[in-house]
């Protein structure tokens, strides 16, 4: 057996005759256990929170978006047509997104009127965030989906017979607007249903038929400001992007999901990155306690240490034997700490141990690259540790 390894483990599995010793161990591997488990849980969390979030996204928008790069709108053209009907394409939806004015009984609100065609459902599910009331049909045409958030603002719901929701947009022109009872195009609608994902998505979003928002905009039947896309398979992504891009030309982009969300995969990624950051801060605190309890273990073994160097073992094997000794301490509150952590984890996605709501669980999710950097996290921070500590053995304490 290695002789600094087999002196190391004696040393950590035997209890000293000091029982400070055996206390300051007894911490600093309990600060281990701990630490890890933070660490591993934190990442855990953060893991389920982004899955949480990007369930909404992959609900709300399209695996592709195509739109104009220069003015909001453009004519869908028979070429255009031609380059969707390709095998990597499964299926696409004509949408036509603005700004517009919002007003039912005296109250107002500025959100995105979105209409969409028949095939809109094909490419993202919203009817699934629909909560109350229903979808939109082709039976009622001037029918509308609304945002909780929109819904709260304008206290609107569902099937009012006596009112109608009133949606204007500026006329387009130049110089000042002389009557405002001109100076807006106007449609009114009815809304049906009430959907509910994000308080940013509920606020902003009113869906209508695409021929309702064509009237609103004074659009002809083929003008439109986007098309949405869905794959036939993800894996496809990166080829369907460059065959589009060749096909439609620099007048047209494409945009990915990720790309349509940049913002918030920047944030939640950076939150990532800083809470990674602060807990491995909390870990190199409690990692001190290694420090402390390899100086104390050094002390306290002066003379074992001095008969060892006079039987002819170096200060580099001497040193090595507390090299193994916190790094063993280390190894072992991590696997104490990332297995209770684990099954943790496990138990709350499944059992929802702890509550956001009396009906939503905190999301977390199990991953093993979460393991993989809680290990490697540990361990090099704790061999750093233990290296730090070993270097107080010198030929002053040996002699």
Same mark, same amino acid.
């Given at each position: 057996?290695?002789?600094?390894?087999?002196?190391?483990?004696?040393?950590?599995?035997?209890?000293?005759?000091?029982?400070?010793?055996?206390?300051?161990?007894?911490?600093?591997?309990?600060?281990?256990?701990?630490?890890?488990?933070?660490?591993?849980?934190?990442?855990?969390?953060?893991?389920?929170?982004?899955?949480?979030?990007?369930?909404?996204?992959?609900?709300?928008?399209?695996?592709?978006?195509?739109?104009?790069?220069?003015?909001?709108?453009?004519?869908?053209?028979?070429?255009?047509?031609?380059?969707?009907?390709?095998?990597?394409?499964?299926?696409?939806?004509?949408?036509?997104?603005?700004?517009?004015?919002?007003?039912?009984?005296?109250?107002?609100?500025?959100?995105?009127?979105?209409g969409i065609d028949a095939n809109y459902l094909l490419v993202n599910n919203m009817d699934t965030a629909v909560y109350f009331?229903?979808?939109?049909?082709?039976?009622?045409?001037?029918?509308?989906?609304?945002?909780?958030?929109?819904?709260?603002?304008?206290?609107?719901?569902?099937?009012?017979?006596?009112?109608?929701?009133?949606?204007?947009?500026?006329?387009?022109?130049?110089?000042?607007?002389?009557?405002?009872?001109t100076a807006f195009n106007q449609i009114n609608l009815q809304p049906v249903g009430i959907f509910k994902l994000t308080e940013?998505?509920?606020?902003?979003?009113?869906?209508?038929?695409?021929?309702?928002?064509? %009237?609103?905009?004074?659009?002809?039947?083929?003008?439109?400001? !986007? =098309?949405?896309? *869905?794959?036939? +398979?993800? @894996? &496809?992504?990166?080829?369907?992007?460059?065959?589009?891009?060749?096909?439609?030309?620099? %007048?047209?982009?494409?945009?990915?999901?990720?790309?349509?969300? !940049? =913002?918030?995969? *920047?944030?939640? +990624?950076? @939150? &990532?990155?800083?809470?990674?950051?602060?807990?491995?801060?909390?870990?190199?605190?409690?990692?001190?306690?290694?420090?402390?309890?390899?100086?104390?273990?050094?002390?306290?073994?002066?003379?074992?240490?001095?008969?060892?160097?006079?039987?002819?073992?170096?200060?580099?094997?001497?040193?090595?034997?507390?090299?193994?000794?916190?790094?063993?301490?280390?190894?072992?509150?991590?696997?104490?700490?990332?297995?209770?952590?684990?099954?943790?984890?496990?138990?709350?996605?499944?059992?929802?141990?702890?509550?956001?709501?009396?009906?939503?669980?905190?999301?977390?999710?199990?991953?093993?690259?979460?393991?993989?950097?809680?290990?490697?996290?540990?361990?090099?921070?704790?061999?750093?540790?233990?290296r730090i500590a070993s270097n107080r053995i010198s030929t002053k304490i040996l002699a």
């Amino acid at each position: 057996m290695n002789f600094p390894l087999y002196i190391a483990k004696r040393y950590l599995f035997s209890k000293s005759s000091n029982n400070a010793i055996n206390i300051i161990t007894l911490i600093a591997t309990v600060g281990v256990i701990v630490s890890a488990m933070a660490l591993f849980i934190v990442l855990s969390v953060f893991s389920g929170l982004k899955s949480f979030s990007l369930d909404f996204i992959r609900v709300s928008d399209p695996d592709l978006k195509i739109s104009s790069v220069k003015g909001k709108s453009f004519l869908f053209t028979d070429s255009i047509a031609t380059s969707l009907k390709d095998e990597k394409i499964a299926h696409f939806s004509k949408v036509i997104e603005e700004k517009a004015f919002f007003n039912y009984r005296e109250k107002q609100h500025i959100a995105v009127i979105k209409g969409i065609d028949a095939n809109y459902l094909l490419v993202n599910n919203m009817d699934t965030a629909v909560y109350f009331g229903n979808w939109l049909t082709t039976e009622y045409m001037n029918s509308a989906v609304i945002g909780e958030g929109v819904s709260r603002i304008l206290s609107l719901g569902t099937y009012d017979t006596e009112e109608t929701l009133k949606v204007g947009v500026p006329k387009p022109g130049k110089g000042y607007i002389n009557n405002p009872k001109t100076a807006f195009n106007q449609i009114n609608l009815q809304p049906v249903g009430i959907f509910k994902l994000t308080e940013d998505l509920d606020s902003k979003y009113v869906f209508s038929n695409l021929a309702m928002a064509q %009237q609103l905009l004074k659009y002809d039947p083929n003008r439109i400001t !986007a =098309v949405e896309l *869905k794959l036939s +398979n993800d @894996e &496809n992504l990166k080829k369907t992007v460059s065959y589009l891009e060749t096909q439609l030309g620099k %007048q047209f982009k494409v945009e990915t999901r990720k790309e349509l969300n !940049a =913002v918030f995969y *920047k944030m939640i +990624n950076t @939150e &990532n990155i800083v809470s990674y950051l602060v807990f491995t801060l909390i870990l190199v605190i409690a990692l001190f306690n290694v420090i402390g309890a390899i100086v104390m273990m050094i002390l306290d073994k002066r003379e074992n240490l001095k008969t060892l160097f006079s039987v002819g073992a170096t200060i580099k094997e001497i040193r090595r034997v507390f090299i193994f000794q916190g790094f063993l301490l280390t190894v072992i509150g991590l696997a104490i700490g990332l297995t209770l952590a684990i099954i943790f984890v496990l138990l709350q996605q499944k059992f929802g141990l702890i509550m956001i709501t009396p009906t939503l669980a905190y999301p977390v999710e199990f991953r093993v690259v979460n393991v993989i950097i809680v290990v490697c996290t540990i361990t090099i921070l704790g061999y750093i540790s233990s290296r730090i500590a070993s270097n107080r053995i010198s030929t002053k304490i040996l002699a």
